[in-house]
């Protein structure tokens, strides 16, 4: 990965402007979250974190979507132990970067999209974006958002969007403490932001940020470790859980039995 020059992904784009990597979702329409897609943002970010001169790397989508989610055909009983297992690994290189993460949202940012946006540091926004975790709807669940998410907008409003499927706007967002900052174009935001990281010591922000997190790192490795283990050995064996990604995936009104 050279200076100034994108990589050969296919799914993501990544570019070296030192002290800042960018990194950019490319699956349009929406920027669904393939296993493809996971495994090449595991690569950059390896790749990346090695990079004394870089201090900041921004995640970013397209104008359209920051992502709506990871692909709902990956949720099959047959696919989602590795595919969870590949989304998780992308959300703790993120947590376990020593770079400033930052998130620039436009539009979509939904699920999967929601909670890589949610785990890093810092977040940006349009007015028009929307931020929601609508697995619920499906008879599934947000691991990372059910471990993370209060931390950040408290406890009721987290429960509100994780347990009925919520949606907030960019200023909602905003009021919620889910983003720092909102405006009709967020790369305005992210500028300001990195301009202030590239007059500060790469090592010195590695060495604030591990401290800063100490204590949070310790109960996210357990929380998502337990919510990934319920999501697998208890709620994809549920009926429902089985006929919401069936029905999604058929384009048909759900049908719950309870079980």
Aim: charged share 20%; glycine share 6%.
């Amino acid at each position: 990965m050279a200076d100034s020059q994108k990589h050969a992904f296919t799914r993501i784009a990544a570019e070296l402007r030192p002290p800042v990597a960018r990194v950019t979702l490319q699956n349009p329409p929406l920027n669904v979250i393939d296993v493809r897609m996971m495994e090449e943002l595991r690569a950059a970010l390896e790749q990346i974190e090695v990079r004394p001169e870089i201090s900041a790397i921004v995640f970013a989508g397209s104008e359209r979507a920051f992502s709506s989610g990871v692909e709902i055909a990956e949720h099959t009983a047959d696919k989602i132990r590795s595919t969870l297992a590949a989304f998780h690994s992308v959300i703790r290189s993120v947590v376990a970067s020593k770079k400033l993460t930052i998130a620039s949202v436009r539009r979509h940012c939904l699920g999967g999209g929601a909670e890589l946006a949610l785990v890093c540091d810092l977040a940006f926004a349009s007015p028009d974006s929307i931020w929601g975790f609508p697995e619920i709807k499906l008879a599934c669940y947000p691991p990372v958002a059910a471990v993370a998410l209060s931390a950040i907008v408290g406890q009721k409003l987290a429960a509100e969007m994780v347990l009925t499927g919520r949606t907030l706007s960019g200023q909602e967002a905003l009021a919620a403490g889910l983003v720092n900052g909102v405006a009709g174009d967020p790369e305005t935001l992210v500028e300001e932001c990195t301009h202030r990281v590239a007059q500060l010591s790469p090592s010195a922000l590695a060495v604030a940020k591990k401290a800063f997190y100490a204590w949070d790192a310790i109960h996210f490795d357990k929380g998502l470790a337990r919510a990934e283990q319920v999501y697998l050995d208890e709620l994809m064996k549920t009926t429902d859980a089985q006929e919401g990604i069936a029905a999604h995936l058929q384009r048909r009104r759900p049908v719950w039995t309870g079980k």
